[in-house]
């Protein structure tokens, strides 16, 4: 649903999956000694409020992963052949490729990160970001007209920092697209090493959490009406028990 994303959720009581709004339930976590109340998001791309927090997340795992090399794939118009076979052909074409690049060159691996974009007219291009010494174009192009018919293809080396952020504020965090068959984006399992993967996570120290049926600020007024001292924040409420305790903390 377009501009309304739901949510899964699997319950335990009774098994049976129930169907939520973007934020139309809360997160409760406890943060001892304070309770994070925020508004649970669907987190699908097709949510107008979590898209832009979906490729924010993306834009940072292919800078984490530290690429010094792009490439795009594209596909050739063809009778027969719709938007999303050609996507899922250039998905097969590239497995093909890397598995041949790393049989030639004696490598263990060719870390990457891959997303679809949609063009103008509707054809997939897929954009690459990844760790290697070179990717000939020659031999890319060649391949790809083998395999698919599809030999337009662009290599670039990334001379600095500028450049990477250039190029993946630009392609990569564009807009994700998701074809029949295929992945908005994947990456390959050595992409990010440990510390990027660590950096990633998210760490708020939190000890328990629970789902609330309810809207984030019907669950912070009901704590408000216990005598907790609720304070609003964007996008999350903050609540800390025994008012007497806790307000000298807080700016006048």
Same mark, same amino acid.
């Given at each position: 649903?377009?501009?309304?994303?739901?949510?899964?959720?699997?319950?335990?009581?009774?098994?049976?999956?129930?169907?939520?709004?973007?934020? $139309?339930?809360?997160?409760?976590?406890?943060?001892?000694?304070?309770?994070?109340? %925020?508004?649970?998001?669907?987190?699908?791309?097709?949510? $107008?409020?979590?898209?832009?927090?979906? *490729?924010?997340?993306?834009?940072?795992?292919?800078?984490?992963?530290?690429?010094?090399?792009?490439?795009?794939?594209? %596909?050739?118009?063809?009778?027969?052949?719709?938007?999303?076979?050609?996507?899922?052909?250039?998905?097969?074409?590239?497995?093909?490729?890397?598995? =041949?690049?790393?049989?030639?060159?004696?490598?263990?691996?060719?870390?990457?990160?891959?997303?679809?974009?949609? %063009?103008?007219?509707?054809?997939?291009?897929?954009?690459?970001?990844?760790?290697?010494?070179?990717?000939? /174009?020659?031999?890319?192009?060649? &391949?790809?007209? =083998?395999?698919? /018919?599809?030999?337009?293809?662009?290599?670039?080396?990334?001379?600095?920092? /500028?450049?990477?952020?250039?190029?993946?504020?630009?392609?990569?965090?564009?807009?994700?697209?998701?074809?029949?068959?295929?992945? &908005?984006?994947?990456?390959?399992?050595?992409?990010?090493?440990? *510390?990027?993967?660590?950096?990633?996570?998210?760490?708020?120290?939190?000890?328990?959490?629970?789902?609330? *049926?309810?809207?984030?600020?019907?669950?912070?007024? %009901?704590?408000?009406?216990?005598?907790?001292?609720?304070? $609003?924040?964007?996008? =999350?409420?903050?609540?800390?028990?025994?008012?007497?305790?806790?307000?000298?903390?807080?700016?006048?």
């Amino acid at each position: 649903m377009q501009g309304h994303g739901l949510l899964e959720q699997q319950t335990l009581g009774n098994g049976r999956g129930e169907i939520m709004f973007c934020r $139309e339930w809360s997160l409760v976590k406890q943060i001892d000694p304070a309770i994070s109340i %925020t508004p649970l998001r669907c987190k699908c791309w097709t949510c $107008e409020e979590c898209r832009p927090m979906r *490729k924010a997340r993306l834009v940072r795992e292919a800078r984490a992963g530290e690429p010094n090399l792009f490439w795009t794939l594209t %596909t050739w118009r063809r009778a027969g052949l719709c938007p999303h076979k050609a996507a899922r052909d250039l998905v097969n074409a590239w497995r093909q490729v890397r598995s =041949e690049y790393i049989k030639k060159h004696g490598l263990g691996s060719l870390p990457f990160l891959a997303v679809f974009e949609e %063009t103008k007219a509707g054809w997939p291009h897929l954009h690459l970001v990844g760790r290697c010494r070179w990717l000939d /174009q020659r031999w890319l192009s060649k &391949r790809m007209r =083998e395999l698919i /018919q599809a030999p337009v293809v662009d290599v670039r080396r990334a001379r600095n920092a /500028q450049q990477v952020v250039h190029y993946i504020t630009k392609y990569i965090g564009k807009n994700p697209w998701r074809f029949v068959g295929t992945k &908005r984006y994947w990456r390959s399992l050595d992409y990010l090493d440990a *510390k990027a993967k660590a950096l990633l996570r998210p760490v708020d120290g939190c000890s328990s959490a629970v789902i609330e *049926k309810k809207g984030w600020r019907e669950v912070a007024a %009901t704590y408000n009406r216990k005598h907790w001292f609720v304070i $609003e924040l964007i996008n =999350e409420f903050v609540v800390l028990p025994r008012v007497s305790r806790w307000k000298h903390l807080l700016p006048s």
